[in-house]
């Protein structure tokens, strides 16, 4: 193997052992255990194609987009989704910083 696969392979393994990282991989696991959570998420889901095959009648639409609004607001404020976002979004931050570095 070659030294910059080799340091590569230290990158990786270095960025998993990171704290951030770490609590990032903790904060997906709660959210993949939580089967109310879960159970929200499809949900959300379920009414946002609900609106889509309701689109061309508006009662209908409005109905179902009153619900799918209320459901993902409540999903976006369940404090696993608020930590998780806060985490993937500075785990973003730091790959972009690393891929800069390395390019």
């Given at each position: ?12 393994a270095s ?65 696993y989704i ?22």
């Amino acid at each position: 193997m070659n030294k910059i696969s080799l340091k590569i392979d230290e990158l990786a393994a270095s960025f998993f052992e990171l704290e951030l990282v770490k609590e990032y991989f903790k904060a997906v696991d709660l959210i993949n255990e939580n089967t109310a959570l879960l159970d929200l998420s499809e949900r959300v889901k379920k009414l946002q194609r609900m609106m889509t095959l309701h689109f061309s009648k508006e009662a209908e639409y409005e109905k179902f987009k009153l619900e799918y609004e209320t459901s993902l607001n409540e999903y976006n404020s369940h404090p696993y989704i608020v930590n998780y976002t806060y985490l993937k979004n500075e785990v973003e931050d730091l790959l972009s910083q690393m891929k800069k570095i390395i390019e």
